[in-house]
C-alpha cells in the first residue's frame, strides 16, 4: 500500500487569503483524485488527474500533478467560508483494467474564517 | 436519483456481538469499497469488491468480512465487535473504468459505531 502524506493537517485562515495543500508520495500513481468532505457526510469529488504535469482548474480551486506522478497541490485563491472543510486526496494503485485500489491521505482540515 | 445509502446511520454495540453495516446503491456500479475513518488515520480500505461474488481484503480487514450476492449490496459484517472497530464507516461505490482510469468513488453518508 502506497502512503500518502498530506500537509499541512490543520489550516485556520482568514476570508479572501490563498492557500496550499500539499500531497506527496515516494511512490508513482497511475491518477489522483482530491475529495472534499463535510462533517456528518461522506467525501465528494473534486477532480482526477491523470498525466504527469497536469494542471485543473475548478473555479477557484486549482489542482496540479507533479510531473513524476508522485506528488500533487491544490491551490485555493480568495477563500471564501464555503470552502471550509477536509480535503482528502487519493492515489490509485491498479492491478488492470477497472481493478484498482485509492489509497486516502489523512487529510487537511481547512477553516475559512468569515 | 441514483444514490448510495447505509444503515443503520448510528449504532451502539458491546464487545463481542455481531454487528452488520448496510450498503445498497442503485448506481448499478460493479465496484464497492468500504473504510473506515478515524482521527489520526484518515480513510483506510476493509474491503472491496469488483462484482457479484468477487471480495477482497484491503488494509485493515482483520475482524471484518463481507458477502457480494447480487450488484446493489455490499454488507459489512464485524463477527466479534472490539472497542479498537469503534470507528466512522464509509460505503462507496464506483463504475468500472477502462484501462488505468480511475473512476469516482461515490460515499454514502457514513455509519458510526460504538462498541462498549
Known amino acids: 500500500t502506497q502512503l500518502l502524506e498530506q500537509s499541512p493537517q490543520f489550516l485556520s485562515i482568514q476570508e479572501g487569503e490563498n492557500l496550499t495543500v500539499y500531497c506527496n508520495s515516494s511512490s508513482v500513481f497511475s491518477s489522483l483524485q482530491w475529495y472534499r468532505q463535510e462533517p456528518g457526510e461522506g467525501p465528494v469529488l473534486l477532480v482526477t488527474v491523470v498525466t504527469g504535469g497536469e494542471v485543473k482548474k475548478l473555479k477557484r480551486l486549482t489542482f496540479q500533478f507533479g510531473d513524476a506522478r508522485k506528488d500533487s497541490s491544490l491551490h485555493i485563491t480568495a477563500a471564501q467560508p464555503g470552502d471550509t472543510g477536509l480535503y482528502l486526496c487519493?492515489?490509485?494503485?491498479?492491478?488492470?483494467?477497472?481493478?484498482?485500489?485509492?489509497?486516502f491521505g489523512k487529510g487537511t482540515k481547512l477553516s475559512v474564517i468569515p | 436519483d441514483a444514490e448510495i445509502t447505509q444503515s443503520p446511520r448510528h449504532k451502539i454495540t458491546e464487545t463481542g456481538r455481531q454487528v452488520t453495516l448496510a450498503c445498497h446503491q442503485t448506481?448499478?456500479?460493479?465496484?464497492m469499497f468500504w473504510y473506515r475513518q478515524d482521527l489520526g488515520h484518515g480513510l483506510r480500505l476493509i474491503h472491496y469488491s469488483y462484482g457479484v461474488q468477487d471480495t477482497n481484503k484491503g488494509e485493515v480487514s482483520d475482524g471484518y468480512s463481507v458477502s457480494r450476492s447480487n450488484t446493489e449490496d455490499l454488507p459489512l459484517t464485524l463477527e466479534s465487535a472490539a472497542s479498537s472497530q469503534t470507528s466512522v464507516y464509509f460505503c462507496?461505490?464506483?463504475?468500472?473504468?477502462?484501462?488505468?482510469?480511475?473512476?469516482?468513488?461515490?460515499f454514502g453518508e457514513g455509519s458510526r459505531l460504538t462498541v462498549l
Open positions: 448506481w448499478n456500479h460493479n465496484n
Open positions: 487519493a492515489g490509485a494503485e491498479g492491478s488492470g483494467a477497472g481493478s484498482y485500489q485509492l489509497t
Open positions: 462507496a461505490s464506483s463504475e468500472s473504468m477502462a484501462g488505468w482510469l480511475t473512476g469516482e468513488l461515490f
